[in-house]
């Protein structure tokens, strides 16, 4: 096993915890802004960066933060060092829905420990070690090391970094604004560091050695992608952006980073959630290299064929392929739409207008130079309601989700939802169905059922068909209420799942109808949530899995799908094929 490095001069991880704690217990910003300060001011420089990692609630910084440790392993290290058995654990994890509190109850509960103070440093290279471990066994004893020889209080923080959930209320603004508070800088000069190394370590290092000014984007490190805010409909987004409107389809693929330059090893292509992506995109990456600038793209992946979007359904062919087969990569080609530009042979461009952005990114006349396997998105400039109804249903027959409204004078703000971009997409349908299962929620969640498990009847009209799982669409008095009356129809009790009378109708909707070999219906809905509770139709009354394969088939064939319940009470439009995406 590799060993865990001692560092003298590095600060005890229990004072990390006992910072931790005094954060999660008061409800002041200001308090917690303060504590944290205090705490980071009197670390060692070694310290600052480890500490403002963990406090973000990630283990480590950068690429090599994938531990590659889940709650197998990490329930295994955990019953390595308390001694507790499978029913200990899952009985503690049950009550706590929170794996830092049954890591701190069950280390308790083991006299016989004997606990060796840990250091910043030992955790760090702990989590290293992890990172860099052949096999989840190696991953598996580094964690129980930890867990045998810190305290209570300690596991708690410990399992919860490895788990990147810290769960003491500290939002990334206040993090912000303690490191600021520690080291007297400007908090915009803390926070424009931190948008442009995407490090919250290193933008605590900068600023304790006065050298936030340096903060520079760098190539071949992705930087989280600037996000836009739901709109309902063309109204709200007249009222939000006036009269004219600057639009942009919204395509239904893959958010993407491309990242061009010394240092990046050839093109590389990030997604969404900062994984690197390159080698399951291959063409993308060879359209790239002939580009003869250093440069960093936001934009959006899609299957794109003989001029035509392709379905997003088609795209799945090819999510998780690495080096995928070249008669797969000829099938379902994909191309990246790029619609922003970051950064241009030496110079950061987040602060510009969009409108400047733009106009830089087609001076590249990328799709010329690429060969094609990049384009632009399809940009134009509305006036009114009616025009963006309109323009929503020319994106719909181009085969993209809906819409992007964007304020051309706008900068980019990696990781923020403002109101510089805005989007406009609607729920294809909806479907009613009958909940057979829930499950207890996660922190703000715990202890109450709020993930339910849905089904629709089979083509015998009496099997009940899992199709997917929602959890977001209720309010907290009607998960309050619904809990309440799950635990009265618990069929089964899983520990965390919950087999239940299949009594309660919703009304679901989504985005896309996908296949699936997870659920019994072969289907799986794309980003469900529940519209409602449907107090007023029996489980007998739900749609059942014809519906659904109607659905499926009137979708691969280009009709939108504007609402659809039980009993044919389905609307529709039909728009015909696909329009290319506009270069």
Not at 386 to 392: C, L
């Amino acid at each position: 096993m590799p060993s865990i490095a001692r560092r003298a001069t590095s600060s005890a991880f229990a004072a990390f915890a006992e910072t931790a704690d005094g954060i999660a217990g008061t409800t002041s910003k200001l308090g917690k802004r303060d504590l944290l300060a205090t705490y980071l001011r009197d670390l060692p420089e070694t310290d600052v960066p480890r500490a403002a990692t963990f406090f973000a609630g990630r283990p480590l910084a950068g690429l090599a933060d994938r531990l590659g440790l889940g709650w197998v392993q990490l329930s295994g290290a955990l019953q390595s060092a308390s001694g507790a058995d499978d029913e200990a654990l899952g009985a503690a994890y049950l009550r706590h829905s929170d794996p830092g509190d049954a890591a701190a109850e069950l280390l308790e509960g083991n006299a016989t420990r004997q606990i060796v103070p840990l250091t910043l440093a030992d955790v760090d290279a702990a989590f290293r070690g992890m990172a860099a471990a052949a096999g989840t066994e190696a991953r598996t004893a580094l964690m129980g090391g930890l867990f045998a020889r810190a305290a209570p209080g300690e596991s708690r923080y410990l399992a919860r970094i490895a788990a990147r959930e810290l769960r003491i209320g500290l939002r990334e603004g206040l993090l912000e604004e303690a490191i600021a508070a520690a080291f007297d800088r400007p908090l915009d000069a803390v926070r424009r560091a931190l948008m442009l190394v995407a490090e919250p370590g290193e933008a605590a290092a900068l600023a304790r050695a006065d050298r936030l000014d340096t903060a520079a984007l760098h190539l071949g490190r992705p930087i989280r992608f600037m996000l836009a805010t739901p709109v309902a409909d063309a109204d709200e987004v007249v009222r939000r952006v006036g009269e004219e409107a600057w639009i942009e389809d919204k395509y239904d693929g893959i958010r993407c980073q491309l990242h061009l330059g010394p240092g990046t090893d050839g093109p590389r292509l990030f997604s969404r959630d900062l994984n690197d992506v390159t080698v399951s995109f291959p063409e993308v990456a060879a359209a790239a290299r002939g580009l003869d600038h250093r440069l960093v793209v936001d934009g959006e992946l899609v299957p794109f064929r003989e001029g035509t979007v392709l379905d997003f359904a088609s795209l799945q062919a090819r999510l998780g392929r690495v080096d995928p087969a070249p008669d797969l990569v000829a099938q379902v080609p994909v191309v990246l739409v790029a619609f922003d530009l970051l950064h241009l042979d030496g110079t950061d461009r987040l602060d510009e207008p969009l409108r400047d952005r733009r106009a830089a990114l087609e001076a590249l006349r990328l799709p010329e130079r690429s060969g094609g396997g990049i384009l632009y998105s399809h940009l134009a400039t509305v006036l009114g309601a009616a025009a963006v109804d309109a323009a929503f249903d020319e994106a719909r027959e181009r085969h993209n989700e809906g819409l992007m409204i964007k304020d051309p004078a706008s900068a980019y703000q990696p990781g923020r939802r403002g109101l510089g971009w805005l989007k406009l997409k609607r729920a294809l349908a909806t479907l009613d169905c009958v909940v057979v299962g829930v499950e207890w929620g996660h922190g703000k969640r715990r202890g109450v059922l709020s993930d339910y498990t849905f089904a629709v009847r089979g083509h015998d009209g009496e099997s009940l068909l899992t199709i997917g799982k929602a959890y977001t669409g209720l309010t907290d008095a009607e998960i309050a209420q619904m809990t309440e009356y799950f635990q009265a129809s618990t069929v089964r009790d899983h520990g965390r799942y919950r087999s239940v009378v299949p009594r309660v109708v919703v009304e679901i909707a989504f985005d896309r109808i996908m296949r699936s070999s997870r659920h019994r219906s072969g289907f799986a809905l794309r980003f469900p949530r529940i519209v409602r509770i449907r107090t007023d139709k029996r489980p007998d009354q739900v749609d059942d899995l014809a519906a659904v394969e109607r659905l499926f088939a009137e979708q691969a064939s280009g009709r939108i799908l504007l609402a659809t319940g039980a009993g044919g009470e389905t609307e529709r439009i039909t728009t015909g094929r696909h329009g290319a995406v506009r270069s």
